[in-house]
RNA sequence: GCGCGGGUAGCUCAAUUGGAUAGAGCGUCGGCCUCCGGAGCCGAAGGUUGUGGGUUCGACCCCCGCCCCGCGCACCA
């Protein structure tokens, strides 16, 4: 909040002083340590040396220009040229008055709101939703929702797997081994079950390729029988996906699978080839590199063996097939055509660097007026990694199944709901350890930078302490209780009183929550707002050891239960953005 | 081989992208319950940021070399 009121006074200043100095250079944020100040900017530095000016010097020039005596108690230059601000105790107070009121929580939409399509999750028909899931769609999910609450116009689209030529064996299983009381039961099951056996017979015999092969060409050819049953494994297959991502509160505007685009691929092609583009090579269709930037930098380049070497796109295999590189441009086209987006985030894990550069590569030399406006971001994470080290794997090997996983996590967090609240009736002890379960999986998910590997744990991510789902919704429940306890008698006017270390050191940090959210937002880093909300619940935590509320005398005790309602409407605000829930009690 | 990541406290991870004294949790050691709040709070010890150079007011971050680890490198997605 008053980052960005100081951020365009600065401005300002530096605008009369230095009337060339690029003005988003000129940057102001929470200061590293408290009692430096509230906020500082380090911007001073550069542009001096820029400029060729001491630093210490232009920094007390741009003061004498710096008008912020509304705001500031007091503004000092230290050291080699920064720039410390400390707020007034009245115009921090004011602010959260406001808040209190309900005006805002910290943060105002953007005045210039983006469209953003968000692709993620994308699981495959037929096959049980898994560990490699998660991140892609808890990370969209929480892009989504902060980018929302920012007010920008996001569009989410669950780009799943429905075609391909896995559909061959399936198709084939269907026909010759489906079990249909096993489909009743448990039908991703018996998908799985029949498509690995068909998969096993392929190896042994030449015959069932064959087959398969053909029972692909019939669907490809648009055959009534199993374009039937292929839709009927996608509605199957949807319910699946319907019942895991309503555990997980995802929800996606579209789903618009693989299949959607086969009218476009053929076609996509021969413009591809017409444009000069892409030719054929060894009987496939491939998109070679035009030169036009260094080897180093060319992602349909590759150094093998000590030279240069082609590294093509494919986008028609010799079979006439299309590849993932031919829907994906096809794609890309439809979303830009339809939803003019500025920006389209593909959150996908990071093995899947290279093909995405050379997607969006071709795309920009296939479509340069479509792609020069939009920003294409490959959000990409590391992977899950079990206790040893090694990929998270079940201890006979197999991959974990999502359902499962959220299972187990409300199962243990069930243990110690039981442990530590006997007291609660046992339907509301599952509906915690449901909140607490979910939200954790989440957290650990989200709060490891997300380009590195991370170590799945169950101990670490439902412990009590540190920082962990379980310990933010547990400080949200006390905010939230003392607010209840207190009565909401006059609380929306009270006015803030921040008179311990502990109250402005709280209340500093809470209006800090805008620019965390606009950290997050921009960078696609959900670790910067899980760590601001973990800092929160340490302070709030301070406060409460600190400085007594409902035992306090007025007007303290609504000063106070204000700071705990703004702290409550934080967490769960920020936690919210993460795709975590929070209990009354716990 | 080339490309992309990574190597930070005993362990698991941060460090808002070049800022001030590199921070947390676990573990270890030591404290705090006649509390509104214990699923909590406070404190201590623990570091040559893989390694050798360089750039500058300032480097975990940028540049160069080297050593380990992971991933990827035509017709799977």
Request: overall charge negative; some cysteine; glycine content about 10%.
């Amino acid at each position: 909040m008053f980052h960005i009121l100081l951020e365009t006074r600065l401005k300002a200043a530096v605008h009369l002083v230095m009337p060339d100095a690029d003005p988003a250079s000129v940057q102001v944020r929470p200061s590293s340590d408290s009692k430096l100040g509230d906020y500082q900017s380090n911007a001073v530095m550069g542009l001096a040396k820029a400029a060729g000016k001491n630093p210490r010097q232009l920094a007390g020039e741009i003061l004498g220009r710096l008008e912020v005596a509304d705001l500031c108690s007091a503004v000092e230059v230290a050291g080699p040229g920064f720039l410390n601000f400390r707020l007034a105790e009245a115009a921090m107070a004011a602010v959260l008055e406001e808040a209190n009121r309900g005006q805002h929580l910290f943060f105002e939409p953007v005045t210039d709101p983006k469209t953003v399509v968000i692709d993620f999750s994308s699981p495959n028909v037929a096959k049980p939703m898994h560990v490699g899931h998660i991140r892609s769609t808890v990370l969209g999910d929480a892009l989504a929702r902060t980018l929302r609450l920012l007010g920008h116009r996001v569009i989410t689209d669950n780009h799943i797997g429905d075609w391909g030529t896995q559909f061959g064996m399936l198709l084939l299983g269907w026909k010759t081994r489906l079990d249909r009381a096993a489909l009743e039961r448990d039908s991703i099951g018996e998908l799985e079950r029949i498509y690995k056996e068909i998969n096993r017979a392929c190896e042994l015999e030449a015959g069932v390729r064959d087959q398969a092969k053909a029972e692909l060409v019939l669907l490809q050819g648009g055959d009534e029988r199993n374009l039937g049953i292929w839709k009927e494994m996608i509605r199957l297959s949807q319910i699946q996906f319907d019942a895991v991502y309503g555990r997980l509160g995802v929800r996606f505007d579209h789903t618009l699978g693989e299949s959607f685009y086969n009218p476009w691929l053929g076609g996509l092609v021969k413009d591809l080839v017409l444009e000069g583009v892409a030719r054929e090579s060894d009987g496939a269709i491939a998109v070679f590199s035009d030169g036009s930037v260094p080897a180093k930098e060319d992602p349909l380049k590759i150094q093998r063996d000590g030279e240069w070497q082609d590294q093509p796109l494919l986008i028609q295999k010799s079979d006439g097939g299309f590849n993932y590189a031919t829907t994906d441009l096809a794609t890309l086209e439809h979303r830009i055509r339809t939803w003019s987006p500025s920006d389209i985030l593909y959150v996908t894990d990071g093995r899947q660097q290279s093909h995405f550069r050379q997607v969006f590569t071709v795309f920009k030399r296939w479509r340069p007026e479509a792609a020069a406006g939009v920003r294409l971001v490959h959000v990409w994470f590391g992977s899950i990694l079990g206790e040893d080290g090694r990929p998270f794997k079940t201890r006979s090997g197999d991959t974990i199944k999502l359902g499962e996983l959220l299972d187990e996590a409300e199962e243990r967090a069930l243990g110690v709901v039981r442990e530590k609240r006997p007291d609660l009736m046992e339907v509301e002890q599952r509906e915690i350890a449901r909140v607490v379960g979910v939200g954790a999986i989440k957290y650990q998910d989200l709060l490891p930078n997300r380009q590195s590997d991370y170590t799945f744990s169950w101990d670490k991510m439902l412990a009590l302490n540190g920082n962990t789902a379980p310990y933010l919704q547990y400080q949200y429940t006390r905010a939230a209780k003392l607010v209840r306890d207190g009565g909401d008698g006059g609380s929306k006017e009270a006015g803030i009183r921040l008179e311990t270390g502990e109250e402005r050191a709280l209340a500093r940090h809470l209006l800090n929550f805008g620019w965390a959210l606009t950290a997050m937002g921009e960078e696609q880093r959900p670790n910067y707002l899980c760590n601001y909300l973990y800092e929160l619940a340490g302070l709030s935590s301070r406060f409460y050891e600190a400085c007594p509320v409902l035992k306090s005398e007025e007007p303290l005790r609504s000063s106070r239960l204000a700071l705990c309602q703004l702290t409550a409407r934080v967490l769960k605000t920020g936690l919210d953005c993460l795709g975590i829930e929070v209990s009354d009690r716990m």
